[in-house]
């Protein structure tokens, strides 16, 4: 992985981290064979910021979702790692920390996580019980699904979905208390309150949306996972509802990780990028960074597979090939099947993009990718104004990689 080393640095030194993922690894049980979908998977994230997450089909983006949810179900196991999820401290005097309290509480004769004062210690989700769990879900972690628009019950209308929820998580709620809250919930989606009876069947895609996310918000969490939340609707709508959500979070402040392919999405709404591939994360970095300087040839196929509004016309390339099947993993790096950069020792060290010895070599090789490799601009590298006219973008398109690499 290309770590961007200010990203992960200042999340930590600003100890205003949410969330933090460490080493994490799935496999699912199939009887074709064993899928590795996540391979040590570590990345953090602050409170308040949105982590956007991209990566072509079946990069484990989902899986990633559902691991931090607990929501893996057979033949997915977690086979290592942590999700560490950092409560609010006591001293900021918010209500969560009571919620989560007993959660914390109840793991304190375990030895393994305590409420430290003013400062609460780390929480991993790995090791909650159900009932933990459910404290959890909800009013600390919520998730908008892939499929949101399916995930509403048929049978019941939008009112009564919030208020499952409510009575469900927040027992002490009176009637009164969660009809109103069902009100204040649905005007803040954009929904007029008097569809608070409408079934899913009797609204349009967008509103079905906004009834998820309202849902969603419902026990104001500090979290909420968005696995691409506008995919199925026509742009316009994507649009309106981005900017809900966007609106949303400058007023509720909650942390959003959003996945999504659209790349170019990010770049407008997430604070921080992290890239996948074929399970595991290759580079991480502020959408800033992102854009001006991708460091990782997939980041940069990524970046250079959407066309720009502005700038002279060029033919869209994509990136070569097909993402490996995740059942048989390329040895090295997963990508050097397809990377036009690759070098000998990619097929056979993990990740030598990072690893100093192998890039020493690629750098005699190529004195191009030494001032890449040191934090240099890359020549002629992607430029958000006028994507495709440099040398990596020639060695995507396959013209001059022999002249420009070997
Ligand atoms: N229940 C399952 N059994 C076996 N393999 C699975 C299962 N669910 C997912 N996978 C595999 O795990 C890998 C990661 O899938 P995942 O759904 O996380 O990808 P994704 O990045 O979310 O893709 P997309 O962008 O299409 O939603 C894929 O190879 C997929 O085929
Ligand atoms: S194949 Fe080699 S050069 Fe290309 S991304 Fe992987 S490690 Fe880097
Ligand atoms: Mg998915």
């Known amino acids: 992985m290309i770590d961007s080393e200010r990203v992960e640095g200042a999340s930590k030194a600003s100890g205003n981290l949410l969330l933090e993922i460490r080493n994490l690894s799935v496999d699912y049980y199939a009887a074709s064979g064993t899928v590795h979908a996540l391979d040590d998977v570590s990345i953090t994230l602050e409170r308040g910021q949105i982590l956007g997450l991209a990566g072509e089909s079946g990069s484990g983006k989902s899986t990633l979702a ?61 090791s909650f019980t159900p009932a933990e769990l459910r404290a959890f879900r ?59 009876r409408s079934y899913p069947h009797e609204l349009s895609g967008g509103m079905r949306q906004r009834a998820i996310i309202a849902i969603a918000l419902a026990l104001s969490p500090e979290l909420i996972i968005m696995d691409e939340p506008t995919t199925a609707l026509d742009v316009v709508v994507q649009r309106e509802i981005l900017t809900e959500i966007m609106g949303l979070r400058e007023r509720l402040n909650f942390s959003v990780i959003f996945i999504t392919h659209d790349l170019s999405l990010l770049l407008e709404i997430a604070d921080k990028i992290a890239i996948m591939y074929a399970g595991r994360i290759v580079e991480t970095a502020t959408s800033g960074e992102m854009h001006r300087q991708p460091r990782h040839p997939y980041s940069y196929g990524l970046l250079n597979s959407f066309p720009t509004i502005y ?96």
Request: charged share 25%.
């Open 66 to 126: 559902y691991a931090i949810t607990r929501l893996l179900r057979p033949p997915a196991e977690i086979l290592g790692g942590e999700v560490l999820y950092y409560p609010r401290k006591e001293s900021e005097g918010d209500v969560r920390i009571e919620r989560l309290s007993h959660v914390a509480k109840k793991k304190r004769g375990s030895g393994r996580l305590e409420l430290n004062g003013h400062t609460p210690e780390p929480v991993d989700i790995l």
């Open 311 to 406: 700038g002279p016309r060029h033919r869209m390339t994509g990136i070569p090939g097909s993402p490996p099947d995740l059942r048989a993993v390329p040895p090295g790096c997963a990508f050097h099947t397809r990377c036009p950069c690759a070098f000998d020792t990619c097929s056979t060290i993990t990740r030598p993009c990072r690893e100093r010895g192998a890039l020493n070599e690629y750098r005699t090789r190529n004195s191009r990718f030494s001032r890449h490799a040191r934090g240099g601009r890359w020549p002629g590298a992607y430029d958000g104004a006028n994507p495709g006219s440099g040398a990596f973008a020639q060695i995507f398109s396959g013209a001059g990689r022999q002249a420009v690499w070997r």
């Open 138 to 196: 909800w009013s600390e972690l919520s998730i908008v699904f892939q499929s949101a628009m399916n995930a509403l019950n048929p049978v019941l209308n939008i009112g009564a979905q919030i208020n499952d929820v409510l009575r469900t998580h927040q027992p002490k709620m009176g009637g009164d208390a969660r009809k109103r809250r069902i009100g204040e919930l649905l005007r803040l989606v954009g929904i007029a309150p008097d569809r608070v």
